[in-house]
């Protein structure tokens, strides 16, 4: 039987798995709880459900930070685990495509690498691929082909520009920014404009359920804990409040997304032009971000049909069509 393969995108937020022997992706939270500083208590989404709500003695962390890998050891535990689980408990030889950011620094593009080889997955083989290459890949885009394509990923706490073209990364910026800044805002609008503290979880599902209450002209009914009194009540927030929130992380993506594309080789605009932006990630869903982005730049932008999954999906081709195998590649140095 031919071996199977994985594709995994490493979020700050969620862990995006493709199992090519399910021709499936799995997203989990990428979250470890663990007991009395060394058990493992839970990880993935039974990790975040017990989030801001779990006794001291249970530390809830997320093991990458911006993008990139803080905590190697629980972050090897969770890849065990995942893998493990999607082997169904037994571990089998597979080969390992694993996407990457490309603004970091080439020692934590190895940790990712080092991570696979380390977590006792039995890797036979561990490719790398750029995030935005396998992100234009799960977008359609022929990213082989084209002379110019701009892909922007809003993440959890980061937003990834990059210009491909061949195939290749021509330019890319990682800037801090992303979902979890929007949700700080949402929060930090809520206290300002009515004395009420909100948990981080009410202030995302705020976020995600924006473009809808906007729609239904209706406000977001949040639960918090008034300064004044201490005591928890139940407030009606105007989505205008939380549009205006948003506004200065929003214009920060704008003005990156213009610094980059005034740092493009001339010959690639044409390209860029006809095609428009392709913008993908989780938070890039967030309600006006498209729209400001279209109006920032006077140029079209393409939204993703799978704003999740959209890296893990390009991996997923590469894992599959050989045609595409040449974009991933291995790191120096390094057996297999
Ligand atoms: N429908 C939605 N509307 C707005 N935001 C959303 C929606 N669905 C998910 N999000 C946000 O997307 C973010 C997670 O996206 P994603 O999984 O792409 O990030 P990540 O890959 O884990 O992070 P990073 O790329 O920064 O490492 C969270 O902040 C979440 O609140
Ligand atoms: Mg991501």
């Not at 993935?44 to 093991?63: C, L, Q, R, V, W």
């Not at 980059?260 to 967030?286: C, F, K």
Request: glycine share 8%; proline share 3%; hydrophobic share 40%.
């Amino acid at each position: 039987m031919a071996n199977n393969a994985f594709g995994i995108d490493l979020g700050t937020n969620n862990i995006k798995i493709y199992s090519k022997n399910d021709d499936k992706i799995t997203v989990e939270k990428n979250m470890i709880a663990i007991e009395n500083k060394n058990t493992l208590f839970a990880y993935g989404d039974s990790a975040f459900e017990m989030y801001e709500k779990a006794p001291g003695n249970i530390h809830i962390s997320y093991p990458l930070s911006n993008g990139v890998i803080a905590d190697i050891q629980n972050m090897e535990t969770l890849v065990k685990y995942f893998i493990s689980d999607l082997q169904r408990g037994s571990a089998k030889p597979a080969d390992f495509y694993i996407a990457v950011p490309t603004d970091v620094t080439e020692v934590e593009k190895r940790a990712f690498y080092d991570l696979v080889k380390d977590a006792g997955v039995k890797a036979k083989k561990i490719m790398v691929v750029e995030k935005a290459v396998a992100d234009g890949l799960g977008m359609d885009i022929d990213v082989k082909n084209s002379q110019g394509v701009i892909v922007v990923n809003v993440g959890f706490e980061t937003t990834e520009i990059s210009i491909l073209s061949l195939g290749g990364i021509v330019l890319s910026r990682l800037i801090k920014v992303g979902g979890a800044k929007f949700d700080e805002a949402i929060r930090a609008a809520v206290r300002r404009e009515f004395s009420l503290i909100i948990g981080g979880k009410t202030a995302e599902s705020v976020k995600i359920a924006l473009s809808e209450l906007e729609q239904d002209n209706c406000g977001a009914v949040v639960y918090g804990r008034d300064i004044v009194t201490g005591l928890p009540v139940e407030r009606e927030i105007p989505t205008k409040l939380v549009v205006e929130s948003l506004e200065e992380h929003f214009n920060t993506i704008v003005d990156n997304v213009k610094v980059i594309l005034e740092r493009t080789p001339p010959e690639l605009a044409a390209d860029i032009y006809r095609n428009g932006i392709y913008l993908t990630g989780g938070a890039s869903q967030v309600s006006h971000l498209a729209d400001r982005i279209n109006l920032g730049t006077g140029l079209k932008v393409n939204v993703s049909e799978y704003p999740l999954t959209s890296v893990a999906l390009g991996l997923s081709k590469i894992i599959n069509e050989d045609n595409y195998k040449t974009v991933a590649y291995a790191i120096e140095g390094m057996s297999k």
